[in-house]
């Protein structure tokens, strides 16, 4: 079995993503790539990229969920590590041999459409641990989501300057009726 490749991402759970990105985007200075919607694990994630690794911020969605039990149990924080594997059955099956207890017994598809599995904290010494691994799908996802956010900014920028545009008219047609006056 091939080492652990290296850590993907640390999740932390917020109640509100949008006051989270004020020290996260605003004070470290780090980017959102984008935020996504992840219905199967009930919650809203902003993904912001740290080089090699990910920092994701996770609210959840339903009040009923793990993330939202998480929670209402231990507030804002730390919610998981996430390594990145070669072979996420092989590791699960590594993990089953030594009686390591898992959350999901088989890899589930997690955002952007990954293979994921998470090991139980209880076996890790208090931290929830996630398992991913890289599918063909998540490159042909990822690379439709730039292209998504790309055209979403040049339609964006093309309505600010139609509005700019119809701005400057209309106070054109003003200041030009003002002069025949």
């Not at 598809?109 to 208090?126: D, M, N, R, V, Y």
């Amino acid at each position: 079995m091939s080492p652990v490749k290296q850590i993907n991402h640390v999740a932390i759970v917020v109640d509100d993503i949008d006051e989270a990105l004020h020290f996260w985007r605003d004070g470290l200075g780090l980017e959102v790539t984008h935020v996504e919607n992840a219905p199967g694990q009930d919650s809203i994630v902003a993904f912001l990229p740290t080089g090699g690794a990910e920092v994701e911020l996770v609210k959840p969605t339903t009040d009923d969920s793990g993330v939202a039990r998480f929670l209402n149990q231990r507030g804002p924080g730390m919610h998981h590590i996430c390594f990145e594997v070669d072979d996420i059955l092989t590791y699960i099956a590594r993990l089953q041999e030594n009686d390591i207890r898992l959350i999901n017994d088989e890899p589930v598809i997690g955002t952007g459409g990954k293979l994921i599995a998470f090991i139980h904290p209880e076996s890790t010494h208090g931290v929830l641990v996630e398992l991913y691994e890289l599918t063909q799908n998540e490159l042909q996802i990822r690379l439709a989501r730039a292209r998504k956010l790309a055209d979403q900014a040049i339609i964006r920028g093309q309505a600010a300057a139609a509005g700019v545009l119809a701005f400057l008219r209309q106070f054109r047609e003003s200041d030009d009726s003002n002069e025949r006056e």
